[in-house]
C-alpha cells in the first residue's frame, strides 16, 4: 500500500468517529503538512465520503457514512 493511501485510510477512520474535524486539526493528528492534510480531505470529499464546511476561514469537515 502506498503512503498517500495509507494516510488516506487512516484520515477516513478518523473522520469515521463521528465528529467534525478541521485540516489543522487532521494535519497536527497525522504529523502532515496543512497541504497535504487538505489534499486527502479534498480527495475523499470527491469520493462523496466527507463534507467540507468552511465557517469562518477554517475547513470543517464531517464523515458522510458512505
Do not use: P
Not at 6 to 20: A, H, P, Q, S, T
Amino acid at each position: 500500500m502506498s503512503k498517500k493511501n495509507d494516510y488516506r485510510d487512516r484520515i477516513l477512520n478518523f473522520l469515521n468517529k463521528g465528529k467534525v474535524v478541521t485540516t489543522t486539526e487532521v494535519a497536527e493528528r497525522f504529523k502532515l503538512s496543512w497541504n497535504t492534510a487538505e489534499k486527502c480531505l479534498l480527495e475523499i470529499a470527491l469520493e462523496g465520503k466527507a463534507t467540507r464546511m468552511k465557517k469562518a476561514g477554517v475547513n470543517l469537515w464531517v464523515y458522510n457514512g458512505k
